[in-house]
């Protein structure tokens, strides 16, 4: 549970976090990706049960959902002795990598005036590779039919589908996002994700006062929330986005504050994050290149 002594702003956080529907499962993943990814990919599952700890979850709704996830096909287990240590599994790791550039280093589609459709049959298939194509910025317009400007990668699930490539000047473009794509919706989430952690800024800046266990829990639920937003843009290039489109703010506001955490939270895993040779290896250069885009156009200015 979160300490008596932790900020205020981090507290109501949590307490937020805490009444929504479970999503230990989701957040889970969101801390491999985000804290164990660069550090080796592997960690012990007491590791996985202080953190969440500090959110109050019960160690038996961790190990279920840990139980859950490997049975899902989202990690792989290995034992040394009595210990069980969880990596993400190739599929987890795959949806996770890119997932990695959406989040960190995303690159909006560089727009020539020309769509890629793709056509998915009915069952198994379509419902397997709807959150795959989500996630790598297609939309859908009606069932089985999605879309995305002609530069965006195609997963590896949907590469059985049938391709199309089809033209459209930008009038026609912008209808065809408005079809496909909630964009009202994710600059709503935008604009609330901004809101909900805004309460951090203050406290963040002050390096002195943020413990370790502090800055791991408010880096975590940070980019938890932020994932589940950007996710569901799809990094459309200006031409076919509505005005005052909130997304780059959004980012701006989500770097600083990722970076200001980074060092505290970086001392927790230093402390608490075990894997099967021992303690966590250093975090490789991928930490580094984070929300680089945002760092370099500050230098610029």
Not at 37 to 59: E, H, N
């Amino acid at each position: 549970m979160l300490r008596a002594m932790s900020p205020h702003p981090l507290s109501r956080i949590v307490s937020r976090f805490k009444r929504e529907p479970s999503r230990t499962g989701s957040l889970i993943i969101t801390f491999y990706g985000d804290a164990i990814l660069p550090r080796g990919g592997s960690v012990w599952l007491g590791t996985l049960l202080q953190f969440l700890d500090m959110l109050g979850t019960d160690g038996g709704v961790v190990r279920t959902a840990v139980s859950r996830l490997a049975a899902d096909g989202w990690l792989d287990r290995d034992k040394a002795g009595r210990k069980s240590f969880y990596k993400l599994a190739k599929q987890g790791r795959e949806r996770f990598e890119a997932a990695v550039e959406h989040v960190y280093n995303p690159h909006p589609s560089d727009w020539a005036g020309r769509f890629e459709l793709l056509l998915i049959g009915n069952g198994a298939d379509r419902d397997a590779s709807r959150a795959a194509l989500s996630e790598a910025g297609f939309g859908s317009p009606m069932p089985g039919v999605w879309v995305a400007p002609s530069s965006v990668p195609t997963p590896s699930v949907a590469k059985g589908a049938i391709r199309l490539e089809v033209s459209a000047d930008d009038a026609t473009g912008r209808r065809l996002v408005e079809a496909s794509w909630s964009l009202e919706r994710t600059a709503e989430s935008y604009r609330e994700f901004m809101k909900t952690f805004a309460p951090l800024e203050a406290w963040a800046s002050a390096a002195k006062d943020i413990t370790p266990a502090d800055a791991i829990l408010a880096r975590i639920l940070l980019i938890h929330h932020y994932r589940r937003v950007i996710l569901r843009d799809p990094l459309l290039p200006s031409a076919l986005l509505p005005p005052a489109w909130p997304a780059l703010e959004a980012r701006k506001f989500c770097a600083n504050l990722y970076q200001a955490l980074l060092p505290a939270s970086e001392s927790w895993l230093d402390a608490h994050g075990e894997s099967a040779s021992g303690s966590l290896r250093p975090p490789g250069p991928e930490l580094g290149r984070r929300f680089s885009d945002v760092q370099r156009n500050m230098l610029q200015k």
